[in-house]
C-alpha cells in the first residue's frame, strides 16, 4: 500500500464523514500547480475553491506570515492589534464602506451581517417580527442561521426548522421579490455572482432594484461576496462592476489566501446597528489572520490582480466559448472574469474524475456544471494547457 493511500485510509478512520473526498493527498503547491504525496503534479484550476488567489509560495507572502508568527499570532478582541487596524483600513478604503468585523469563515460573515440587518430594524420597532428575503439557488454557509437564507433544500434537509426566518425570491427575478416583501422584512442577501448555485451573475436592473427597494423600505441590502469578491471578477469588489452599494458585504475565501478569515464590511448606516457587547469573536481578527489580510491587499495591488483577471478570464471566456461551440453535451456557459462554469446536459463528475487522472484539478458547482476558479494569478498559456487536458478528459468520457 503506498504512502498516500495509507493516510487516505487513516482519514476515513479518523475525520468526521461529511465529504466524499477527491482519492489524493494534497502535499505542496507551487505557482498554480498543487502536487500529491506521490509528486504527482497538478494544475490547479480551484484554488481551494476560490481561495487561493496569489498562487502557491508567494514568498512576500509567506514572509509576512513568518514574520508576523515570530512577533505575536494572537490576542484577543479585548485590545488592539496593528494587522487587524491595518487591514481594516485597507478594505474601508477600497470598498467605500464604512467599518470592518472580522471573522474566521465566510459562514461567520453572514452570521454577522445577519445579524447587522436584524438589529437594524429591531432598534426602528422591537416589538415586531423579522424576517429576510433570499434568493433559490443561493448558498450563503452551513450554520444554522446562514443555512436559513441558503436557498437550496439539499443544505437544509435533516436540519429544519432552521432558526431565522427566510422567504425565497427567484435570482434576478425583481417581481418576485417584491411580492415577497412584507413589513416584516428587515433585508435582502443576494451574491453578487451565485457561485455553488451554478454560476449565475446577477442582472445590473436586478441589484439595482434591490437597491431602491431596501432605500424605499430603509431595511439593509446584504451582498455576499464570500466567493465572487477579492477580484475574482475583475473589479476588487463584485458589486463595484454594477455600481450598486450593499450596506453589508460580506468576505471571505481569497480574502486571507489560505489563512482561515472572512470579514462583514458596514456603511455608514448599518454601522450603528451593532454597539459593544452585541457581537464578539475570540479568533476573529486576530493578527496573524490580518497579517495575512494586510499582505494580500499589498499584493494585490503590487501584481495588479484585478488586471489579470481582466486580461486571462476575457480569454477563458472565449475558450470555454469555444469548446460549447464544438460540444452538443455543453448545453451553457455562463460567468465574469475568472469565476466561469460549463453545464453540461448531464453529471461532470467523470469528466472531473478524467482530468484529475491526466493532471488538472477541477471542480463542480451543481452536479452538471464545471466551475473555474482558479488562482487569480493564471496565464493564458495555464488556460491553454487546462482546454487541452478538459478536451482529452471529454472525449475520454465520450462526450460529443
Ligand atoms: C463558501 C461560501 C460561504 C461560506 O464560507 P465558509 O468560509 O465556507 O464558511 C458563504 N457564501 C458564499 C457565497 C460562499 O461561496
Known amino acids: 500500500m503506498s504512502n498516500m493511500q495509507e493516510y487516505m485510509t487513516r482519514g476515513e478512520e479518523y475525520i468526521l464523514k461529511t465529504y466524499n473526498r477527491y482519492q489524493i493527498v494534497l502535499e505542496k503547491g507551487e505557482g498554480v500547480y498543487l502536487y500529491d504525496m506521490n509528486g504527482k503534479k497538478y494544475l490547479d484550476f480551484a484554488a481551494g475553491i476560490a481561495v487561493f488567489a496569489l498562487g502557491y509560495q508567494n514568498q512576500e507572502y509567506n514572509d509576512a506570515l513568518k514574520n508576523q508568527i515570530d512577533k505575536i499570532l494572537h490576542t484577543s478582541n479585548l485590545y488592539y492589534n496593528q494587522p487587524a487596524i491595518d487591514a481594516a483600513e485597507k478594505i474601508v478604503k477600497t470598498s467605500g464602506m464604512e467599518k470592518v468585523f472580522f471573522t474566521n469563515s465566510g459562514t461567520e460573515a453572514i452570521e454577522g451581517a445577519l445579524k447587522v440587518a436584524r438589529k437594524y430594524a429591531y432598534l426602528k420597532d422591537p416589538s415586531r417580527d423579522y424576517e429576510f428575503i433570499a434568493m433559490n439557488h443561493s448558498f450563503h454557509g452551513r450554520s444554522q442561521g446562514a443555512l436559513a437564507v441558503t436557498g437550496n433544500a439539499h443544505y437544509q434537509d435533516g436540519f ?17 421579490v417584491k411580492s415577497k416583501i412584507t413589513d416584516k422584512t428587515c433585508g435582502i442577501i443576494c451574491e453578487v455572482v451565485q457561485g455553488e448555485g451554478g454560476i449565475y451573475p446577477a442582472k445590473q436592473e436586478f441589484l439595482q432594484g434591490l437597491r431602491d427597494i431596501c432605500d424605499e423600505k430603509d431595511i439593509l441590502l446584504i451582498f455576499d461576496e464570500v466567493q465572487c469578491g477579492m477580484g475574482r471578477c475583475g473589479s476588487l ?164
Open 160 to 176: 429544519v426548522p432552521v432558526p431565522m426566518r427566510a422567504v425565497f425570491a427567484d435570482f434576478n427575478d425583481l417581481e418576485d
Open 237 to 400: 469588489y463584485a458589486h463595484d462592476l454594477y455600481g450598486v452599494k450593499p450596506d453589508v458585504m460580506a468576505l471571505a475565501k481569497a480574502l486571507g489566501c489560505g489563512v482561515p478569515v472572512g470579514a462583514f464590511v458596514t456603511n455608514e448606516k448599518a454601522s450603528h446597528a451593532l454597539v459593544p457587547g452585541d457581537h464578539g469573536t475570540t479568533y476573529g481578527g486576530n493578527p496573524f489572520a490580518t497579517a495575512a489580510v494586510s499582505k494580500v491587499y499589498d499584493l494585490f495591488d503590487e501584481m495588479d490582480i484585478v488586471g489579470n483577471v481582466n486580461k486571462v478570464g476575457p480569454y477563458l471566456y472565449e475558450k470555454l466559448e469555444e469548446l460549447k461551440e464544438k460540444y452538443t453535451s455543453i448545453v451553457d456557459h455562463r460567468g465574469v472574469g475568472l469565476m466561469q462554469g460549463l453545464e453540461f446536459e448531464g453529471p461532470v463528475a467523470d469528466i472531473i474524475l478524467k482530468a484529475m487522472d491526466s493532471g488538472l484539478i477541477l471542480i463542480s458547482a451543481g452536479a452538471n456544471i464545471i466551475r473555474f476558479v482558479p488562482p487569480l494569478v493564471i496565464t493564458k498559456e495555464h488556460v491553454d494547457e487546462m482546454i487541452q487536458i478538459l478536451e482529452q478528459s471529454l472525449q475520454a468520457c465520450n462526450l460529443q
